[in-house]
């Protein structure tokens, strides 16, 4: 026993031996690992040598390995050209990513309850290491996935990408759009303030809508006749686990359509236009993935990191916050995230005084409202349509040309769409088409239920408490003359009151010119300042004026209070 | 240069500039987590908010009890800004805790019958003297505002230690119309807990006070309606509506008015016709 140690001691392998013998070992584990490449295929792919074995490695790899049998082996030169995809799915994915790693620090938080909901999200702004800054990642991703999802698709729309055997491909594609479109959706109400609740309870409200299954959808979806506790939960658990495993599951079948199954599309003009032989050679030329495309992706996730650090770092970009969702008051203006407002725009159109109106003009009188809801069918009907359009584009085009110019009315369909969605979306803001009462506007502007307002960021020192009459003569300052303080929260000295006197005068402005136009007869307003509580003042609005069109005295007050410490800046 | 190493150099330069940003954010963030002042600035906008928030709720639910400024109404509802609440109240009850979560504690039960059945009787007939408030309990208010309105309360300590802080309200109101004047000092003495006036409120411990205009002259024989009115709010158990009981009404609003609000409230009470 003893001997036979001895004996393989001796024939232990020493000096170039051990050393090719250890180089060896690891080079197997490393084969294993990386599934095909040896040390020395890695270092030629970072120096960026040509592939040291034949076969070529480097195409092993894609074939063994799991995660990377996504990947394609490579693509053509004139397929990665920038101007051909912008990199617009790519990036929709690295913003996909961004939100799964973003999403899972904010999971830790985060909790899906209607009473710890919005305290959680305070708490992660406040109290959490980066906490800000990881919310803010988070929303940011989700705006840029949308935009780029639909960028994308109109880039593989104009580009013809979707014929022939791609037919499926942009199915799936229209799949995700739906998917994209509802996981921001759900993501909406999370934060539990108002801006999410009212969104959410409009948007919800169009499903409650629709005929016999109606109420039973709607149900479904809010887990009771109102958004609450039920609600809530569902829709956490639908943006947290449901419907990024669904993402999942479908971009990779997306993705992988387009990897290994068809290539990325090659430019038009290179499929069909007219190019010289060596023109051709070189536009369809192989780009490896490794190291190439993998190094160009490097590049581009080093690059979006970047820009998305910027943005926020700069602070162009913060989440929004509005108050505690607040069931019993709705706000005047409900606000959908901007990539619905086109579907908020189409809300707005009432198809029955339409079709009325068209109807009567030759003649014909009928009352339809009552069959043609508007939430019904701009809400229920009209969206399902545009996605059985979208499903149906490579089966309606039936054009084999991907040229642009052999597809004018294709083209021209896709850029009439764009100015569609425009069109909607301005229709869609909040300002348009809801006729707001002038006087309640005014004060709206001035001092928004939600975000901060001129009214304020007027400094606490300013709010001298008395009653100021819109018309009256108060001289240059609203304050007594000599007035001056020292700003609490920067130690300016500060003369008269000049913040709460540009308030008061566009107050004031904008009542009057509203008398002027003959909208407020018998215009009397009011701004009081009072005392209300220990470093809390109260500001009350007060307008009066007569409705000549219902020939009767309205009024319109709306008070705020404002104390000391409060936040006068973002 | 090969495209891929220029890809590299930047796509390096890039990782490098994040991690210092990202740096920057991280050492900025542990300054605001750190510093005692940054971290209770924010905690006192925070309470701002709170306070302000509470306010409303405030102004929406509680002044017809507890009075327009928190003064308190005289047999409807105590004084919350008073000196009497923030000293000498816990102990009286016995409450171990701080005054805000007293205050929470009554927010959010109310109270079935009064500590003070002397001074508040409430509508009678089991109702409670002050009604439940929070949602847990039947009540309107969620969690998160009854906690706002406590915040508001206790905020009011400030003043209940220092009771000459308190200022003078400013009149809300075109300050040459007596009429309009006058319904104010009704609406801030709390005369609105009690008595109902077409379109201001609709208490009835009290008379309806419309019609008041009419029937005053001819009440007590030898007074004039003026007379009757203001020995009505003065001295209440001189001449006792028929079907009220005498006490209700609080004998105290000779000193609670001044002479000025007095002929305010008076011009506002005379033009209460049928
Ligand atoms: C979550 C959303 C989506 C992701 C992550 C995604 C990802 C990708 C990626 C990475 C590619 C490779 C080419 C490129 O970068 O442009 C691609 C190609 C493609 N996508 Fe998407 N996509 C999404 C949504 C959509 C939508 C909404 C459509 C259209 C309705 C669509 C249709 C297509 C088509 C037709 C191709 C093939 C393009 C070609 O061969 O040139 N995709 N997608």
């Known amino acids: 026993m003893l001997n036979s140690l001895r004996e393989k001691i001796n024939n232990f392998p020493r000096g170039t031996e051990l050393r090719t013998k250890i180089r060896e070992m690891v080079d197997n584990r490393v084969r294993i690992i990386t599934a095909g490449l040896s040390m020395k295929e ?47 799915g790519w990036f929709t994915t690295f ?9 899972m620090v904010l999971m830790i938080y985060y909790v899906p309850f209607p009473d710890q909901a919005y305290e959680s999200i305070l708490a992660i702004e406040s109290n959490v290491f980066l906490g800000e800054l990881m919310r803010d990642l988070h929303r940011l991703g989700a705006e840029g996935m949308v935009l780029f999802t639909w960028l994308h698709m109109f880039r593989t729309y104009f580009t013809g990408s979707y014929k022939g055997q791609r037919s499926f491909t942009w199915l799936t594609g229209v799949a995700l759009l739906a998917i994209t479109a509802w996981l921001s959706f759900s993501g909406y109400l999370l934060t539990w303030d108002q801006l999410g609740y009212w969104a959410i309870t409009v948007g919800s409200s169009m499903a409650e809508s629709g005929p016999v299954v109606g109420p039973a959808l709607n149900l479904l979806l809010r887990g009771a006749p109102d958004i609450g506790a039920g609600g809530l939960l569902r829709f956490y658990l639908n943006h947290v686990i449901l419907f990024p495993l669904i993402a999942i599951l479908v971009i990779s079948i997306h993705y992988y359509k387009v990897s290994r199954e068809h290539s990325i599309s090659l430019p038009a003009t ?69 990539y619905f407002w086109w579907l908020q725009g189409l809300l707005k159109i009432d198809p029955a005084s339409i079709i009325e109106n068209m109807l009567a003009g030759i003649g014909i009188t009928v009352e339809l409202s009552s069959i043609l809801n508007s939430k019904f069918i701009m809400g229920l009907v009209i969206p399902p ?31 009439a ?81 000049p913040h709460l006197t540009a308030v008061f005068t566009e107050y004031s402005e904008k009542l009057l010119i509203g008398e002027e136009e003959g909208k407020l007869t018998d215009l009397h307003a009011t701004m009081t300042i009072e005392d209300f509580a220990p470093s809390l003042r109260r500001v009350i609005m007060h307008i009066e004026w007569f409705d000549d069109d219902a020939s009767i005295d309205k009024e319109y007050e709306k008070q705020y209070f404002l104390h000391l410490d409060r936040v006068r800046e973002h | ?156 300590e400030e003043w209940g230690l220092n009771p000459e802080l308190v200022p003078t309200p400013v009149i809300a109101l075109p300050p040459d119309d007596p009429t309009a004047l006058g319904r104010l000092v009704f609406v801030q003495q709390g005369c609105i807990g009690c008595h109902t006036v077409e379109g201001l409120s609709t208490a009835t411990t009290g008379p309806v006070l419309n019609g008041l205009a009419d029937r005053a002259g001819s009440t007590v024989d030898g007074m004039d309606a003026e007379e009757y009115i203001k020995n009505s709010i003065k001295n209440p158990s001189d001449y006792v509506v028929s079907e009220f009981n005498d006490g209700l009404m609080p004998a105290n609003f000779s000193e609670l008015i001044t002479d000025e609000e007095m002929d305010l409230l008076l011009s506002f009470l005379l033009t209460l016709s049928e």
């Open chain 2, 1 to 156: 240069m090969k495209k891929i190493h220029l890809e590299i150099i930047f796509g390096t330069v890039f990782i490098l500039i994040s991690a210092l940003l990202l740096a920057i954010m991280a050492v900025k963030e542990q300054d605001r987590l750190g510093e005692e002042g940054r971290l209770s600035a924010y905690e006192g906008q925070q309470r701002a908010s709170q306070i302000e928030f509470g306010a409303g709720i405030y102004e929406t639910n509680c002044t017809s009890c507890h009075g327009e400024y928190g003064q308190g109404i005289p047999g409807k509802a105590p004084c919350l800004r008073c000196e009497e609440l923030f000293s000498a109240r816990m102990e009286e009850i016995g409450w171990q805790g701080s005054l805000e979560e007293y205050v929470e504690s009554v927010v959010t039960t109310g109270r079935q019958v009064s500590t003070r059945p002397e001074l508040y009787q409430g509508e009678g007939l089991g109702s409670p003297v002050m009604p439940t408030w929070s949602e847990a309990f039947g009540g309107p208010l969620r969690e998160d505002q009854v906690k706002s309105v406590a915040a508001f309360v206790a905020n009011f």
């Open chain 1, 385 to 415: 349509v545009l996605i059985g359009i979208l499903v149906g584009v490579p089966y309606i085009d039936r054009n084999p040309s991907r040229l642009a110019k052999n597809r004018p009315f294709a083209i021209g369909w896709g850029i």
């Open chain 1, 270 to 338: 290179v499929e069909e236009g007219k190019l010289t032989k060596e023109e051709r050679k070189e536009a369809t030329r192989r780009i490896d993935l490794i190291p190439d495309l993998l190094t160009h992706e490097l590049f581009l996730t080093s690059l979006g990191i970047l820009i998305m650090l910027v943005i926020l770092y700069f602070g162009l970009f913060a989440s929004p916050l509005e108050t505690h969702a607040n069931p019993q008051q709705t706000p005047l203006d409900t606000k959908a995230p901007w």
């Open chain 1, 417 to 497: 769409w764009i100015f569609i969605l425009l069109a909607l979306s301005y229709m869609g803001l909040p300002e348009f088409g809801v006729e707001t009462p002038l006087a309640t506007r005014i004060i709206q502007d001035l001092a928004p239920e939600e975000g901060l307002g001129e009214l304020r960021a007027t400094p606490y020192e300013e709010l001298i408490p008395g009653v100021y009459t819109v018309g009256e003569d108060y001289g240059r300052d609203l304050c007594p003359s000599g007035y001056s303080y020292e700003d609490h929260e920067s130690g300016e000295l500060v003369i008269g009151c």
């Open chain 1, 95 to 103: 913003f996909f990513v961004v939100e799964l790693v973003t999403g």
């Open chain 1, 42 to 88: 890695i270092r030629a792919v970072l120096r960026g040598d040509p592939p040291t074995e034949k076969p070529n490695p480097r195409y092993k790899v894609i074939t063994t390995s799991f995660v990377a049998h996504l990947r394609p082996r490579y693509y053509p030169k004139a397929a990665t050209w920038f101007t051909h995809t912008f990199r617009l």
